[in-house]
C-alpha cells in the first residue's frame, strides 16, 4: 500500500514537468511573436520616417522639399488679411494666438498637434504689396525633434486654405516674394 502513493506523487510530479514545460515553450513562441510584432513596428515607422523630409521648419516659398507651399497675394488690404489672420487662428481648434502687432503685419501663434504632445510654433507676416492688395508669408517650426513627419507643412497648408475660406477674395502667387 505504501507504493500506491508514491506512484501518485510520481505521476503528479510527472504532470507538473510537462505542464512546464508546454508553458516554457508558449513563452518561447510568445517571444518568438512579440519580437517578429517588434520589427515589423520597427520597420513601419522606419518607412513613414522615410516618407517625409527629415527636416521640422518649413518656411512658404524657401523650402525646397515643398515647392507647393509658396507665399499668397490677396487682393485685400494687408489690415484686412492681418484680421482675418487672427480670425483663422481664433477659429481652429488647436491653434493659440501668443502674439500679433497689426503695425508689422505679424501673427504668431501655437499649433498643437491632436494628441496635444507636440507643438509648432508658426509666424506669419502680412506684407502690402504696392497695388492695394497684400502678400502673405508663414513658417512653421516644430519644437523639438529633427524631423516633423510633415506637420509644418500641413499646418501651413490649412492655413492658406483656412484663410482663403475666410476671406473669400481670389488668390494670386507672387512671381517674387
Do not use: C
Not at 73 to 102: F, P
Amino acid at each position: 500500500m505504501t507504493r500506491a502513493p508514491a506512484l501518485g506523487s510520481q505521476r503528479l510530479a510527472q504532470r507538473r514537468a510537462a505542464l512546464r514545460a508546454r508553458i516554457r515553450k508558449l513563452g518561447f513562441y510568445a517571444g518568438r511573436v512579440l519580437s517578429g510584432l517588434l520589427v515589423v513596428m520597427l520597420v513601419v515607422v522606419m518607412a513613414l520616417a522615410m516618407a517625409w523630409p527629415p527636416i521640422n521648419r518649413v518656411e512658404a516659398g524657401q523650402t525646397p522639399q515643398y515647392p507647393d507651399i509658396q507665399p499668397v497675394a490677396w487682393s485685400l488690404s494687408q489690415s484686412r488679411v492681418w484680421n482675418g489672420v487672427r480670425e483663422v487662428v481664433a477659429a481652429t481648434d488647436g491653434w493659440t494666438e501668443v502674439g500679433a502687432h497689426e503695425g508689422s503685419g505679424t501673427v504668431d501663434f501655437e499649433a498643437r498637434s491632436r494628441s496635444r504632445l507636440f507643438v509648432d510654433d508658426v509666424h506669419v507676416r502680412v506684407e502690402p504689396n504696392g497695388e492695394g492688395g497684400s502678400v502673405v508669408f508663414a513658417v512653421s517650426a516644430s519644437r523639438v525633434g529633427r524631423g516633423d513627419f510633415g506637420q509644418n507643412a500641413r499646418t501651413l497648408r490649412r492655413l492658406f486654405a483656412a484663410l482663403h475660406e475666410n476671406l473669400g477674395a481670389s488668390v494670386d502667387e507672387p512671381s517674387a516674394p
